[in-house]
């Protein structure tokens, strides 16, 4: 069974920054992409920033500049830095990941974790 686990989401003021981090654990032979989504209340869910096994890092156009993605392949660990944050980067941010246990590759989600930026 694999599991991905968030910590790190919390209450801050605009301009303050947090760092999310999300372990997977389990049985895993390998993981592919890796992931931060979110969704705000009334929203869809939407891509925030993803990293390949390689290192390749693709944002939205929204974090650019103020959100670092980056992970630990020893660690099956991906985090995200967020800076310079603003209300609108309200949301429930949710892990995501393309691991492969017994056979292809599945994707899983994590139970997200609530960021909260106060004005």
């Known amino acids: 069974q694999v599991q991905l686990v968030e910590s790190g989401g919390g209450l801050v003021q605009a301009g303050g920054s947090l760092r999310l981090s999300c372990a997977a654990s389990?049985?895993?032979?390998?993981?592919?992409?890796m992931g931060w989504y979110r969704q705000a209340p009334g929203k869809q869910r939407e891509l925030v920033a993803d990293?390949?096994?390689?290192?390749?890092?693709n944002y939205a156009d929204s974090v650019k500049g103020r959100f670092t993605i980056s992970r630990d392949n020893a660690k099956n660990t991906v985090y995200l830095q967020m800076n310079s944050l603003k209300p609108e980067d309200t949301a429930v941010y949710y892990c995501n990941a393309d691991i492969q246990n017994y056979g292809r590759y599945r994707n899983y989600w994590g139970q997200g974790t609530q960021v909260t930026v106060s004005s």
């Open positions: 389990g049985t895993i032979f390998s993981i592919d992409v």
């Open positions: 990293t390949t096994s390689g290192g390749s890092t």
